[in-house]
Each structure stands twice: as structure tokens, then as C-alpha cells.
């Protein structure tokens, strides 16, 4: 070792050891200032690793997440360094919180493949859950909540949050038979809004097997155990109006459509209300013009000529009575 190359160690060394006694002195702050020094003067230092390091974990401490990401971002292109997995999991972190789900979606893939412990397997899952549910990608989605849901030590919380993806993935790949168990599920095991979701969409499916009456019932169940969620509660009425009208009670329908429209919770229910009774007003419509053309049919007589087939005979108008005739005078 040549002595400029020894001199230039021992200068590295010695900055860095004077920027690692102010992290250890407790002085986040001061410590940012430190290692940024330090950093600006050796920037292929000996110590840029830890130095980075440390500098994350001050500025994470200071609430400076973005001025941390930088930190964490120079350990993560460096490979094989002590300190890249955790590097990776706040940048993955902050890459969502950022909405940049595809970059925190290879973080997350990237923290997986390197973790061993099993909360932070289980925590790298739920992020590229989430970010595969952010990105619309369903496959991956229910991959990943498939996983998280058949793990035997998981936190409820997150059980229930792959249950949900699941239900409402299967839903929307219409699995109907996988929607209903998942929601079932839910009904049974979650509370408050995801068990007012959960028997919306129960409502949804028994209408889908024209068992109105049954999810007309079951509409009546969310009602009465979950009063306070209005949200469900309007869009289960309008499956209910709908039901109602399969069902051939038109009163009831036209009742339930009203109130929704009256109680004017949102524009878009109270549209769909508006929409849906315009499609029973039509329906109705065309089925009555059907029944008078039937009727009009019905009361025309009908003969069979063996040339021309079947014809429309003309019914005769109805003549007036004739006037008794006057007596001739002779």
C-alpha cells in the first residue's frame, strides 16, 4: 500500500469515526450533518454503507421519509451489504405511500426472495397483495391473498384482508361459488363494513339465482343487525327494488325506487334508482302494448282457407235497428 493510499484511508477513517461518535451521541440532526459531510468528501468511502445506514435511520427518526428514501435507495442498488433488506422494505413501503405501485411491487418481490423471518414474509406478502390490487392485475391478486389466507400464524386483520380480495376478486371473475363461500366467511368472522359488504354481495348472488324472495330476506337481515352502515344498506334497497320487481310486485318496487330517489344519499344510487325505474316503466310498457296486440288477436274471428291459409275475416259493422215503416193511407 502505497503511502498516499494509506493516508487517504486513515483520513476516511477518521472522518467517518467522527460522524459515527455524533449518531451514537443521540443528535439525529446533528448526525444528518455528519455523515452527510462525511459522504460529500468520501463518496466511494470505506465507510459509505454504514453511513448511509445510519444517516436512514436518523432521518426516518426526524420524520424526513423522503430524505431517508435516498439513504435507503443508495443500499439498494449496492448489492450484498447488511443492510439492503430493510433498505428495501421502507423503500418498497414508500413507493406505495407514493402511489408508484409497480416500483413498490418489485421492492416487495425483491424484500420476499431475501426474508426469512416469517412476520416479515408475511408482511412482504401484503404488500405485493396490495400493490397487485392497486395494479388491477386479479391473478396475482389472488395468488399472493391465497397465501396470506392459508397461513396458520397471521394477524386477523390481514386474514380478513385477503378473505375480502379473494371474495371480491372471485366475484368479478364470476367464480361465483368461491365469491359465495369467501363472503360467507366474512359474514360469519368480520364486522362492521366488510360484514355489510359481505351480506350486500350474499344479496347479489341469491338475486343472480332468482332467489329473490331468499335475498330479499337476507337484505333484511343486514338491515336489522347493521343499521348504521347507510351505504350497504341504499345499495341493498335498490337489489331489493329489483327483486320486487322480479317478483311482480311493482307497488313494492316503485315504493322502494321512490324512497331511495327522496332520500337523495348520493347522485350515483339515487341514478341508479332513476335508471332502474325507467327500465321497469318501459318493461311494463312493452308488456302491456304484448297484451292488448294478444287481446286485439283473440277477439278477431279467424278462417281457414285451404289456398291462401290462415286470413282475417272483416267483422261486419253493426247496423241500426230498422224504423218501423209508416202505414200507407189509402
Not at 443492510?83 to 416487495?108: G, H, M, V, W
Request: with cysteine; net charge negative; hydrophobic share 40%.
Amino acid at each position: 500500500i502505497s503511502f498516499v493510499d494509506f493516508k487517504q484511508s486513515t483520513l476516511d477513517s477518521t472522518a467517518y469515526d467522527a460522524a459515527f461518535d455524533v449518531y451514537a451521541g443521540g443528535d439525529c440532526m446533528q448526525t444528518l450533518k455528519a455523515m452527510d459531510a462525511y459522504l460529500s468528501r468520501f463518496p466511494l468511502g470505506l465507510f459509505k454503507v454504514p453511513a448511509n445506514y445510519y444517516a436512514a435511520q436518523c432521518a426516518e427518526k426526524l420524520e424526513l421519509f423522503s430524505r431517508a428514501a435516498e439513504y435507503y435507495e443508495v443500499l439498494v442498488q449496492l448489492p450484498s451489504n447488511p443492510y439492503r433488506k430493510p433498505a428495501l422494505r421502507f423503500t418498497a413501503e414508500k413507493a406505495y405511500i407514493d402511489s408508484n405501485y409497480a416500483l413498490a411491487r418489485n421492492r416487495f418481490d425483491e424484500w420476499l426472495a431475501m426474508e426469512t423471518n416469517e412476520g416479515q414474509i408475511n408482511l412482504a406478502l401484503a404488500g405485493l397483495m396490495r400493490c397487485a390490487e392497486k395494479l388491477g392485475d386479479r391473478p396475482a391478486l389472488i395468488t399472493y391473498a391465497e397465501q396470506i389466507e392459508q397461513k396458520q400464524s397471521i394477524d386477523k386483520e390481514l386474514r380478513e384482508e385477503a378473505q375480502l380480495n379473494l371474495a371480491r376478486s372471485f366475484y368479478a371473475s364470476e367464480k361465483w361459488n368461491k365469491a359465495a363461500t369467501y363472503y360467507g366467511i366474512i359474514r360469519e368472522k368480520s364486522s362492521g363494513n366488510k360484514k355489510a359488504e359481505a351480506y350486500y354481495f350474499e344479496a347479489l348472488l341469491l338475486q343472480r339465482m332468482a332467489q329473490y324472495d331468499s335475498s330479499n330476506a337476507h337484505i333484511n337481515k343486514m338491515i336489522e343487525a347493521l343499521p348504521t352502515f347507510k351505504e350497504w344498506k341504499m345499495r341493498s334497497l335498490l337489489v331489493m327494488a329489483r327483486n320486487f320487481w322480479k317478483l311482480d310486485d311493482i307497488f313494492q318496487a316503485q315504493y322502494v325506487i321512490d324512497f331511495i330517489i327522496e332520500s337523495k344519499f348520493s347522485e350515483d344510487l339515487s341514478s341508479d334508482a332513476a335508471d332502474l325505474k325507467e327500465e321497469i316503466n318501459n318493461a311494463e310498457a312493452r308488456a302491456l302494448k304484448e297484451k292488448e296486440k294478444l287481446l286485439e288477436a283473440q277477439a278477431s274471428p279467424i278462417s281457414l282457407d285451404p289456398e291462401s291459409g290462415l286470413q282475417i275475416i272483416d267483422i261486419p259493422e253493426e247496423q241500426e235497428p230498422l224504423e218501423e215503416p209508416e202505414l200507407i193511407k189509402r
